[in-house]
């Protein structure tokens, strides 16, 4: 296709796609004239991952172009290098408020956790330091008596939800009338992976604050406190 | 006790607690002498929240401002709007992304959904623009065709969340080993609330990270994809 094509099938403009030419994020189309080149497919697919991490991701051209450098290397989209690149913002500040003892400590503690559950995961796992922060600054700005046993309610539920998230990566055009992810594309997978990360997260954190209201409502016309 | 002692307890400078003093996030102190104030429990909770407010719910000074003038209205910890007001980052540029349809159409499924739930939401809840803001999301960047109805795998798995998470709030003595919510300190209650809101919200989806590696290290053992 020509690069007016390109620009109408991906919604980056023209003038967008000439400056992701340059800078690298994107190769250029085959020439086909001294003033006219071809794009194919995976033109297409890598100007929807980079539109998906600048709007939903919120990565930076500098972000991006690290991240499609990865895909370039070969780097597999679900590897937690490529992934953790597009992960939602981290809990900012918390070495500040708890000092580095404060966030060691948390650190053991969720590695007890994680192996009284039996899950495997990497030390270098962003997740892991996620949880780790969040314990630190429950202590810090709630109860120092906390532990990480306070999160174990927490796995039987979201265990559910993983196995459904797996199930519609896998098995997409079943369950939500999806297409499944191709691995010879691995820009659209990890499109898929990102946005599923970041915006079925999302979605979770809204039922939870739904779930809430509905729970505190009903409380409230049963004339309880909270 | 004394402006010092305030300080020490709080984990707020003296010139911050006088700044915040001039600023009216905090009554000034009983007169006692001339050039010394005396500090109650309530200075110390107004203190504790508005740390809380600016080091994990990430608001301005004017945001804390506009919460605890609320708070001096009287308008309970609990209340939609003072909770709102430290909610979660919301997901950023979806009208330039979808424009004003794709949001109304989003608005409206998820209006539906709730019904089929019976969930009893109220039409100004922070959360229930949030999941119209992801579901609109979702289908211009990943799907025209996914509907709210992909989010009724979650319904489940998060209302049981939610009902541990009131527990903690209402029994946090027994679960926890916490202090449960005492309603005379509304500074407390409103802490507490946020805290939860906010570093619950982010272990929940860090063990959400969690169990996907774990799954997926499995897989991967096991020689399967993804």
Redesign the interface.
């Known amino acids: 296709m020509r690069v007016s094509e390109l620009a109408r099938e991906s919604g980056v403009s023209v003038a967008t796609i000439k400056y992701y030419i340059r800078e690298g994020l994107l190769p250029p189309g085959e020439l086909t004239a001294p003033n006219q080149a071809d794009y194919g497919e995976r033109h297409l697919d890598r100007l929807r991952l980079i ?2 991490l600048r ?2 991701g ?1 990565l930076s051209i500098e972000a991006i172009a690290e991240v499609v450098a990865d895909l370039d290397r070969g780097v597999p989209a ?1 590897s ?1 290098s490529l992934l953790g690149q597009c ?3 981290r ?3 918390v070495e500040e ?1 708890v000092g580095p003892d404060g966030l060691a400590a948390a650190e053991r503690e969720v590695g007890v956790l ?1 192996e009284w559950l039996g ?4 030390d270098d ?4 330091a ?2 780790a ?3 630190a ?2 202590r810090e ?3 120092r ?2 532990g990480a046993e ?2 174990l ?14 199930g519609v ?2 098995h997409g055009e079943m369950s ?4 499944p ?1 191709d ?1 010879a594309r691995p820009e659209e997978a990890l ?2 992976l990102m ?3 970041i ?21 409230a016309a049963a004339g309880e ?2």
Do not use: N, Q, T
């Not at 899950?119 to 990497?122: E, K, L, R, S, T």
């Not at 939500?176 to 297409?179: A, V």
């Not at 915006?199 to 409380?219: I, K, N, P, Q, T």
């Open positions: 539109r998906a709007d939903v919120g679900e937690d992960d939602l913002p809990l900012a500040g408020a994680l899950w495997d995961v990497g796992c962003p997740a892991r996620e949880l922060r969040v314990l600054m429950l700005f709630w109860d008596r906390l306070a999160f309610p927490y796995a039987k539920p979201v265990s559910e939800i993983v196995d459904f998230e797996r990566l896998r939500l009338g999806l297409r992810l691995p499109r898929v946005l599923g990360s915006l079925f997260g999302r979605a979770m954190l809204a039922l939870r604050g739904l779930a809430h209201e509905d729970r505190g409502r009903r409380a406190s909270v």
